[in-house]
């Protein structure tokens, strides 16, 4: 393949990465957003049931009806380990989603590297004011690919600690408000590349 066909396949591939990563990334905002009233509900739930542990039901008018703690014990974890699954679920889809723009993204790498010795430095380097060179390109995308392993893996660890501990899982939204500020910078990187390859994605 000499080094216009394969700058072009190379080019192609970029283009059809950043359609994919697109709607990925819609689909991935849209995940978070749902996450929020069900972290708010295991949240308020587990202050209940910490409450309904501390409370000496014995001293309070509640006291003749049997087993009324245990009852009461039961529902709430029952309820928590639904609305534990929930967000397991939408974990999941943010660990496809992540799957998804790793595979893309190392298409795209195999396919450069296929051809980077035909293509030569030059042409790799080359941008214009409205087109990034493929180098800008290979490394946005490998920043995008990196944003959401780091986000997915934070957010899944901070599930899995908030397990059993009550404590933790009643600050669990003020614990996920605090990965999306620390990655708002890195959210918004994800937009302005995408912004940036706008005209490259429709041009031929």
């Given at each position: ?15 059809k ?15 978070l ?41 039961f ?22 989603i992540r ?14 590297e ?22 800008d ?9 990196k ?8 957010r ?6 908030c ?6 899982i009643?600050?669990?939204p ?31």
């Amino acid at each position: 393949m000499s080094e216009k066909p394969a700058l072009v396949s190379v080019q192609q591939s970029l283009r059809k990465c950043f359609d994919t990563i697109e709607p990925l990334h819609e689909e991935w905002n849209t995940t978070l957003l749902e996450c929020d009233p069900h972290l708010s509900s295991l949240s308020n739930l587990a202050e209940q049931l910490q409450a309904c542990q501390r409370v000496m039901f014995k001293k309070t008018p509640l006291s003749s009806f049997t087993n009324l703690q245990e009852h009461l014990s039961f529902k709430l974890q029952a309820a928590m380990e639904v609305t534990l699954e929930i967000l397991n679920q939408k974990l999941s889809r943010l660990h496809r989603i992540r799957d998804s723009v790793s595979q893309v993204v190392g298409s795209v790498l195999y396919m450069y590297e296929t051809n980077v010795e035909i293509i030569g430095l030059e042409a790799i380097l080359e941008r214009s004011s409205l087109c990034p060179s493929v180098a800008d390109m290979l490394e946005w995308l490998q920043d995008i690919e990196k944003h959401y392993r780091n986000q997915y893996l934070q957010r899944k660890l901070l599930l899995q600690v908030c397990d059993y501990r009550l404590s933790d899982i009643q600050a669990l939204p003020q614990s996920w408000v605090k990965l999306a500020d620390a990655a708002s910078s890195r959210q918004q990187l994800v937009e302005d590349i995408l912004l940036s390859v706008s005209f490259f994605r429709t041009s031929t």
